[in-house]
């Protein structure tokens, strides 16, 4: 097919996370907006280009009090560090469709390397425009104290209100620039 531009439909994409909270549940949440650019063949996404930048400030855990700590400088600092992004590095293929997808993952000022784990999920042609679309999938994770995000408390019964362990979960459409 060869390398092409793809255009993430956010409509039919989501930025998933989720965090272990005290000690034995989970909380999750999305970031609502974010952009990627994507110069890919999905057929065979080695040598592809891949960078996304998510808006930090559109975090959203279904509570409010909640999203505004995380959006402190306790956490994210959104009103210092208004961005989180990806850049992939090395893309290797694992099977006809899976991928390791590792790349500079920068939250505030911290630049670390991460993996996710890439599934083409298909390749069909949309029946209402006639384009390209590619369906992709990816997991990850992250310790957020490596970035930075240290603040936590202490439980009662020991152990604390937040988990290290982050762990992050993708879904994009992506439509094949005509």
């Known amino acids: 097919m060869g390398k092409s531009k793809w255009n993430v439909d956010a409509a039919h994409s989501s930025l998933e ?9 989970k909380a ?3 970031f609502s907006d974010f952009e990627a650019v994507i110069e890919a063949d999905p057929e065979n996404l080695e040598g ?10 559109s975090i959203d855990t279904r509570n409010e009090a909640r ?23 090395t893309i290797t293929k694992k099977s006809d ?3 390791d997808v590792t790349g500079d993952f920068t939250i505030r000022d911290t630049t670390k390397p991460v993996t996710f784990n890439v599934t083409l999920e298909g390749l069909h042609k949309d029946p209402m425009s006639g384009n390209q679309v590619a369906g992709f999938s990816g997991t990850g994770k992250i310790s ?3 970035f930075g995000l240290t603040w936590n408390a ?3 019964t020991g152990g604390v209100l937040v988990g290290d362990e982050v762990k ?5 459409e992506a439509h094949k620039e005509a």
């Open 28 to 30: 999750k949440g999305v």
């Open 97 to 99: 469709s899976n991928y």
């Open 144 to 146: 957020r104290k490596e």
């Open 48 to 57: 592809a280009t891949v960078e996304f930048t998510v808006d930090a400030n």
């Open 154 to 156: 202490a439980l009662e």
């Open 17 to 25: 996370f989720v965090v272990k909270h005290m000690m034995m549940s």
């Open 67 to 89: 999203d505004n700590h995380l959006r402190s400088a306790d956490f994210f600092d959104v009103e210092n560090h208004p961005n989180l992004t990806f850049k992939a590095t």
């Open 168 to 172: 992050i979960n993708i879904e994009i």
